[in-house]
């Protein structure tokens, strides 16, 4: 099964994103946007696991419960690469304390005790709007990302759980089910 382990955005996060992706909608960009259900911040994918480890996965996922409950704020719009053509667009938080990262580590160190593969490069939290396809609309897509501006109230959101989810790909799109949610301290 596919799996990744994640944080819910909450309501306030994604009604931002659905306006960020409102605005750049009008370049008419060859973009597959995220529909609202699908949008989480990713602390760790982990792919394809067989079925047998999926207990190790739920330990490593009980280890970050001790974890103090954290605040985020809405950050910035960014690109992924972020120089050339991009491929994935994204809104990011403002994590003063960096206790997002903080948690992604704790939890990457869990999984690699329990065997499995650890991230090689640099945790970004971020919500996808989208994932560009090809190069229709890019000059405005671009313009559109570089003036994408973040509410002055700066919505914010109170990270208390960590989910494991199960991602199955359909033609429709990915079906997330939630297998296991963790509260944090």
């Given amino acids: ?24 909608k ?6 597959k946007w995220t529909e609202p259900d699908s949008m989480h911040f990713t602390l760790h994918f982990l ?12 330990k490593a ?25 991009p491929k994935v667009l994204w809104l990011g938080v403002e994590d ?9 580590e704790l939890l990457g160190s869990a999984l690699k005790a329990e ?7 640099l945790f970004v939290p971020h919500l996808t709007l989208g994932r560009v396809r090809g190069p229709r609309g890019m000059k405005e897509l671009l ?3 570089a003036g994408l501006a973040v509410p002055p109230e700066r919505p914010s959101l109170k990270v208390s759980s960590v989910e494991l989810i199960k991602s199955e790909l359909r033609p429709e799109g990915a079906l997330y089910t939630v297998l296991k949610s963790v509260k944090l301290k």
């Fill in 143 to 145: 313009s559109g990302m």
């Fill in 96 to 104: 003063r304390a960096s206790d997002m990262r903080s948690l992604a």
């Fill in 1 to 24: 099964m596919r799996l990744f382990i994640a944080v819910e955005p909450g309501e306030r996060f994604v009604q931002a994103a659905l306006a960020a992706q409102k605005r750049l």
């Fill in 47 to 58: 792919g394809e696991v067989p079925e047998e480890r999926l207990a190790a996965v739920e």
């Fill in 61 to 85: 996922l009980e280890s970050v419960a001790a974890f103090p409950a954290f605040e985020v704020f809405l950050g910035d719009a960014g690109r992924f690469p972020p120089q050339g053509a």
């Fill in 115 to 121: 065997g499995f593969a650890t991230e090689v490069r």
């Fill in 26 to 31: 009008r370049s008419c960009a060859d973009v």
